[in-house]
């Protein structure tokens, strides 16, 4: 193991999520789940394809403020992009977990933007966080969040 003294994580800053429609994800995010829109952007160029990889993309940006989370959404342009997004189980996806207090009128508010639940959302029996309901909800980029009701008795609180 190497020695790592001397590195220390301060902060998680952002979750970023690519969208083909920035547009489009920024109906959801702010007119489907009520975030606050921080700022716009465009960014592209040789410090694009050395942060990211993308070189030779331009990309439309927007970052917006949901329960005090910071969320980028990113479209880019001038790459050949998957016709399939990935699956919240292929190794290497990520998710954002938010707490709310009505998956129920969530799911419905959230279906007209294209996001879709896995299933139904389910109970958890045990540990920590038995009495929470959760469920994965995929829109329409692949990307995947999870909402996750707590008990009545720890939203109390």
Do not use: C
Request: net charge negative; hydrophobic share 45%.
């Amino acid at each position: 193991m190497t020695d790592q003294a001397n590195i220390r994580v301060q902060r998680a800053d952002h979750v970023g999520f690519a969208v083909a429609s920035l547009d489009a994800a920024l109906r959801f995010w702010i007119d489907g789940l009520g975030a606050r829109l921080v700022r716009t952007g465009e960014m592209g160029g040789a410090f694009l394809g050395q942060v990211t990889g993308a070189h030779g993309a331009e990309v439309r940006l927007a970052i917006v403020s949901l329960a005090d989370q910071m969320i980028e959404l990113l479209e880019y342009r001038g790459l050949d992009r998957p016709s399939v997004p990935a699956k919240p189980f292929d190794p290497g996806f990520a998710h954002l977990a938010l707490v709310v207090d009505d998956i129920d009128a969530l799911l419905a508010r959230i279906a007209p933007y294209g996001w879709k639940a896995q299933g139904t959302p389910q109970l958890i029996t045990g540990g920590a966080r038995a009495g929470t309901r959760v469920i994965y909800v995929v829109g329409p980029d692949g990307g995947t969040i999870e909402f996750m009701q707590p008990p009545a008795s720890a939203q109390d609180h």
